[in-house]
């Protein structure tokens, strides 16, 4: 067993390594200038998010599907992740982070509109769509949408719920001396309470969680940011400069250099924010619109929201605070920057894990049933929620590395067939964007005509 971590440690350092970083980023960066820079577009995104009104074929509404793959992609990593770029690449890697962020609103629109355009309705009358229809749809090659699908079933098991589940359990066994399986029971209740419902049930839960947990949690950074207002210009100064010089060694920090802040701030913007990854695009095909542009704007607002917004703000509270210069790393550093707040830091911070922890376990059980569909057909979409409901219960009990490790390496996998899918399909997305966005052309939800 301890062989096979090491060798399954070794090959996900491999495929998360500089090439993958670097066909990520640079598919972020040319998908930006092929599209004109559709980021301009995000303020029009954003209004568009919150229109709940039923348009066009789908499932859930806009903010529903947006709200979803928030659930997913908001966790951890906006959390602990960002603390693990500080602690490695130094303040520096805030600002290499935010950038990624902001390139990468451009891929999440461009699949995002692939899976709306090349989505199906299956037997039940749900829709079903991601890169695995976009793949056998746009380019003929359903024997990689089947690859794309086998890696997000895989990934999902690890990093949707098993992983997930040991991190509340842990915490709340540490913090406040909960059982693990008190804690495995209560959270598999409240997962099979959710997802036997299936997306429009999701959905709805999803549109209450999110919001809340996203308020919550900023409102904390914020509080500590107004705490620590006279340290906030040096931190923000220190930030970019660091981004562009490196950082010397200060306290219990060790130094880092330039390509050090890059390498962490990129890879922890990727991780978390999930563009390119192709798991966003699954549920943004499930959403009630009448063209693709149109949803592919409000999915693009959920890259916005997970990097430029949240991981900022956390990785701000750890340089405003100086938290970074003690020599903690991770959890323990982010846990060190709550704790100037008094008693609401740690609270804020315990409520926010719990609520992203527990909201990315219900959006990735959606990418894994449809991911499982695309496989196996619809009949086996019902027995795979009570397998997701009992990993949830397993994870709260038990200590999986290898599945970690298993989910990591197929993550990233998953990624390879979508960039694929984004890159040779990237004159169909300009078309379809010029068809509804040309010439600054109002869009049909901005018509006074329409609306």
Known sequence: MQALETFLGKLSDIVWGPPMLILLLGTHIFLTFRLGIIQRY???????????????????????????ALAATVGTGNIVGVATAVAAGGPGAVFWLWITGVFGIATKYAEALLAVKYRITNERGEM???????????????????????????????IGSSV?????????KTSYGVPGWATGLVLAFLTALVIIGGIKSIARV???LVPFMAVFYILGCLAILIVNYQALPGAIALIFKSAFTGQAAVGGFAGATVMA?????????????????????IVAAAAQTSNPVRQALVSSTGTFWDTV?????????????????TGLKGAALTKQAFSTLGIIGPLTLSVGLLTFVYSTIL???????????????????????????????VGSVTTLKVVWSFADIANALMAIPNLIALLALNGVIVAETRKYLGEERVLPAYSSRQS
């Open 42 to 68: 995000l303020g029009k995104a954003i209004k568009l998010s919150f229109t709940r009104k039923t348009e066009g074929e789908g499932d859930i509404s806009h903010f529903g599907a947006l709200t979803t």
């Open 128 to 158: 079903a769509g991601g890169p695995m229809y976009v793949l056998e749809r746009g380019l003929k090659m359903r024997w990689l949408g089947m690859l794309f699908a086998l890696f997000t079933a895989i990934a999902g098991f690890g």
């Open 164 to 172: 997930q589940a040991n991190s509340i359990a842990e915490m709340l």
């Open 206 to 208: 999803c549109e209450l």
């Open 261 to 281: 802040a890059i390498r962490y701030g990129v890879a922890r913007g990727l991780f978390s924010n999930e563009s390119g990854l192709g798991s966003a695009p």
């Open 309 to 325: 917004v949240i991981c900022a703000l956390t990785g701000l509270v750890l340089v405003t605070t100086g938290s970074w210069t």
């Open 363 to 393: 959006g990735w059980s959606y990418y894994c049933e449809k991911a499982v569909e695309y496989l196996f057909g619809t009949r086996a979409v019902y027995p795979y929620r009570w397998l997701w409901v009992l990993m949830v219960f």
